[in-house]
């Protein structure tokens, strides 16, 4: 089953989604218009069944126990999602649209990929194999609380820094279509750092929210860890470096305050982050910077990116908290925009990102 009349799906579409890439199990139903020039969302429902606390036991997510979870969340999800009577509300879905490439774990994309193929067996529906990198990077253009919808004339040419728990990617988006990677992390991602540095100060998974929230009673100029990779002209980054001084730090600073350890590394990787971000945008004349993917949740980046693009002219552009870490109304923009760019990806699972 497949979509095939590109123009069918520029008028009002009705997009059901599924995101099982990792550890949230999430559904959303979407309404998509306006095509590739234009598009509008309006996000109908939304809902996340988060697993960390399953997780958190084992320290960092495991593949095959995530799986489980999605295949018990997922038919409770739907019937939360659809209400009382679930043909009628699938009769009212144009298509259903699933997460099948990266980042992600192969066994929790299976359970998404083969729950939609359920769901679209039974209710005679097309499925969109969606991508989560790409999920990520056109979540900007979601409805938030100040913008209805983005106005891509103004918006666009963009760099965008697309930052996770699995990636850590820095791209020049010329138009929605057209879009390259410029840059990316050579080993860990921003995010995985932000854990791992939580793990050696004792806090549970996820650690980045845990960062963030005890970095608030500490200094972030009170250790002088390493900014990695911050004068190279390249756009890589770099944060196990980062992520070791910290474990040096607290292995010769036995009585070091954890508030001041969780501020400086904060604002250590933040630091790269926008730096990076800023000389990109400033060499490659762009009209916006655009930031996404768990990690701008963080709102010390938020404000530091949006401070900083501001003050040059730029355009800032991020999605409301609830669209930074996985959900599905992003999955359900990026199939839209991927039938409009007339690609189709396969119906596989991929654990790596497509790019
Ligand atoms: O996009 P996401 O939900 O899943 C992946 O695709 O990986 O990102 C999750 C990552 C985790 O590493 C988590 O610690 C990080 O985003 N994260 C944060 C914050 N909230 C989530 N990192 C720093 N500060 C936060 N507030
Ligand atoms: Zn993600």
């Given at each position: 089953m497949e979509i095939n009349k590109v123009s069918i799906i520029i008028t009002r579409m009705k997009i059901l989604a599924i995101e099982t890439s990792c550890d949230e199990t999430a559904l959303a139903l979407v309404e998509a218009s306006g095509g590739l020039k234009s598009p509008k969302f309006r996000v109908l429902k939304n809902i996340i069944s988060s697993q960390t606390a399953i997780h958190a036991h084992w320290g960092g997510v495991v593949p095959n126990l995530a799986k489980r979870e999605h295949e018990k969340n997922l038919p409770l999800l739907l019937k939360q999602i659809s209400g009382k009577n679930m043909k009628r509300f699938l009769d009212g879905v144009d298509f259903i649209s699933v997460t099948a490439s990266g980042p992600g774990l192969e066994p929790a994309l299976w359970a998404g990929i083969t729950f939609a193929k359920q769901i679209a067996q039974t209710y005679k529906k097309n499925i969109i194999a969606a991508s989560h990198l790409e999920g990520h990077l056109y979540s900007f253009l979601l409805p938030t609380k100040k913008l209805k919808s983005v106005n891509l004339k103004t918006a666009l040419p963009a760099i965008v820094l697309s930052v996770s728990?699995?990636?850590?990617?820095?791209?020049?988006?010329?138009?929605?279509?057209?879009?390259?990677?410029?840059?990316?992390?050579?080993?860990?991602?921003?995010?995985?750092?932000?854990?791992?540095?939580?793990?050696?100060?004792?806090?549970?998974?996820?650690?980045?929210?845990?960062?963030?929230?005890?970095?608030?009673?500490?200094?972030?100029?009170?250790?002088?860890?390493?900014?990695?990779?911050?004068?190279?002209?390249?756009?890589?980054?770099?944060?196990?470096?980062?992520?070791?001084?910290?474990?040096?730090?607290?292995?010769?600073?036995?009585?070091?305050?954890?508030?001041?350890?969780?501020?400086?590394?904060?604002?250590?990787?933040?630091?790269?982050?926008?730096?990076?971000?800023?000389?990109?945008?400033?060499?490659?004349?762009?009209?916006?910077?655009?930031?996404?993917?768990?990690?701008?949740?963080?709102?010390?980046?938020?404000?530091?990116?949006?401070?900083?693009?501001?003050?040059?002219?730029?355009?800032?552009?991020?999605?409301?908290?609830?669209?930074?870490?996985?959900?599905?109304?992003?999955?359900?923009?990026?199939?839209?925009?991927?039938?409009?760019?007339?690609?189709?990806?396969?119906?596989?699972?991929?654990?790596?990102?497509?790019?």
């Amino acid at each position: 089953m497949e979509i095939n009349k590109v123009s069918i799906i520029i008028t009002r579409m009705k997009i059901l989604a599924i995101e099982t890439s990792c550890d949230e199990t999430a559904l959303a139903l979407v309404e998509a218009s306006g095509g590739l020039k234009s598009p509008k969302f309006r996000v109908l429902k939304n809902i996340i069944s988060s697993q960390t606390a399953i997780h958190a036991h084992w320290g960092g997510v495991v593949p095959n126990l995530a799986k489980r979870e999605h295949e018990k969340n997922l038919p409770l999800l739907l019937k939360q999602i659809s209400g009382k009577n679930m043909k009628r509300f699938l009769d009212g879905v144009d298509f259903i649209s699933v997460t099948a490439s990266g980042p992600g774990l192969e066994p929790a994309l299976w359970a998404g990929i083969t729950f939609a193929k359920q769901i679209a067996q039974t209710y005679k529906k097309n499925i969109i194999a969606a991508s989560h990198l790409e999920g990520h990077l056109y979540s900007f253009l979601l409805p938030t609380k100040k913008l209805k919808s983005v106005n891509l004339k103004t918006a666009l040419p963009a760099i965008v820094l697309s930052v996770s728990g699995g990636h850590t990617f820095l791209l020049y988006m010329k138009t929605l279509k057209n879009w390259k990677k410029l840059g990316e992390t050579r080993d860990d991602a921003a995010g995985e750092a932000f854990d791992k540095v939580a793990r050696m100060l004792n806090l549970p998974y996820p650690g980045g929210p845990q960062i963030e929230k005890i970095a608030k009673a500490g200094n972030p100029e009170a250790i002088a860890f390493p900014r990695p990779m911050i004068n190279q002209k390249n756009y890589d980054f770099s944060f196990s470096g980062l992520k070791t001084s910290v474990l040096y730090y607290l292995r010769d600073h036995l009585k070091a305050k954890k508030e001041d350890v969780a501020a400086s590394f904060q604002k250590a990787a933040i630091d790269v982050l926008v730096a990076k971000t800023i000389r990109a945008a400033q060499s490659l004349g762009v009209r916006s910077i655009i930031l996404c993917g768990g990690v701008a949740a963080n709102k010390t980046i938020r404000n530091e990116l949006a401070v900083k693009a501001q003050g040059l002219d730029f355009n800032f552009f991020v999605p409301d908290f609830i669209y930074n870490t996985d959900n599905a109304a992003m999955i359900a923009a990026a199939s839209y925009l991927e039938v409009l760019r007339k690609k189709k990806y396969r119906l596989i699972a991929q654990g790596n990102p497509r790019i």
